[in-house]
């Protein structure tokens, strides 16, 4: 069974990429502070989400699960969107290593100037790992694991629709194992990297953590999403309502998780109210980012605790698609509140420039990552865990 893409939602998604083009250039002229902050807001989003099928998959082999089988095709395409996400990323290092502009600049540490007169840079061990050559020697190493094991998983998932036998699935089995490792470390520094180091003072332990939660979730959420469209075009009749239950069921349990670490970053930090740490929260709770950051924390924990917890919830295809989509708006005013402080202070805003680059980030997503999935079998017919997947029940 396969998919076609093409019609109205083809059509959408052009449009929305065609309103995110008609941003980039209305926020390089009439708000260009705005321009690369946001840029490197949606890259990194976009990014993450697609990783996080990855991560999903990977979890999965490695885990020896069977259920997610049946939707294993929605993960396994956001491997296509992954370049251009980490390449996008890498064009923004550059770029800011070399721009003169404070217009243009996102991270301050970057500045040669900074480099050789700001005391903590120097004095605090951060010029070992936040020096030009090394930066951009990890951000290769990224694309390197992240790229290459997603399109490793991908190629052996095709090649056993072809030739069948558990060879292709052990080597998954393999390459899962070694990449889960690889990702827990280098989601922590690509983490410390494009986000943390945007404020080149400030440092926390759990930072890592609490953004490997948000990609994860962003990551289900738009599995869940695409995986409920391609139902409602009448395709994989073999996923039911318990596919979509555990689905649920993990982004519910991974927003806990999310909240879990957010607490206990800020209140490890508030409690020993260290000046170099305590900053970083006095100025996303003042009166600029206060609404936004509480918003945010409201949609990604109150939202799914009070919406999501009960197996009804879980169960319904339109309630899920309402709650998936704004968990997902929830994680992208995280990391706004995450990026926007340190690198445009307080002239932020939400408008045209911010709310039409997502819409056309999003359509960019949405055009490559169902155009893939339209090239190929929604079913892994050979997958060994297949007829498991199909009699699923919870």
Known sequence: MNYTFGGKTKILTIVLAVIGLAAIIYGAVATPERLLPNLLLNAFIFTAISIGGTVFIAVHYAGQGGWYSAVKRVPEAFASFLPIGM?????LVVFDMFSTSETFKIWEWMDPEFQKTDRVYLNS????WLNNGFFIGRVIGYIAIWWGFSYMLRKWSRQEDIIGGL?????????????LVLFGVTSSTAAWDF????????????????TF???????????????LHLKRQGLMPWVNENHIHDLTKLIFAFSIFWTYVWFGQYMLI?????????????????TNYRFVTLTALV???????????GRKSKRRYGYVTFAACIILFGHYLDWFQVIMPGTIKDKWS?????????????????????NSLSKHALVPKNHPFLNEAKQHHI
Not at 125 to 128: L, N, Q
Not at 272 to 286: A, D, G, H, Q
Request: charged fraction near 10%.
């Open 87 to 91: 390449f996008l990323l890498l064009g």
């Open 125 to 128: 061990g951060k010029k070992t």
């Open 167 to 179: 060879g292709n699935h052990r080597k998954s089995m393999i390459a899962s194992s070694i990449f």
């Open 195 to 210: 986000l943390m180091s945007i404020d080149a003072h400030w440092f926390s332990t759990m930072f890592g953590w609490y």
């Open 213 to 227: 939660a948000g990609m994860f979730v962003s990551g289900l959420c738009m599995v869940t999403l695409i995986t």
């Open 270 to 286: 508030w409690y020993v109210n260290l000046p170099e740490e305590i900053n970083y929260f006095l100025e996303r709770f003042s």
């Open 299 to 309: 949609l990604n924990f109150v939202f799914p605790l009070i919406f999501l917890m």
């Open 350 to 370: 939400i408008g045209f420039t911010e709310l039409g680059m997502f819409a056309g980030f999003l359509g960019l997503f949405l055009f490559v990552v169902l």
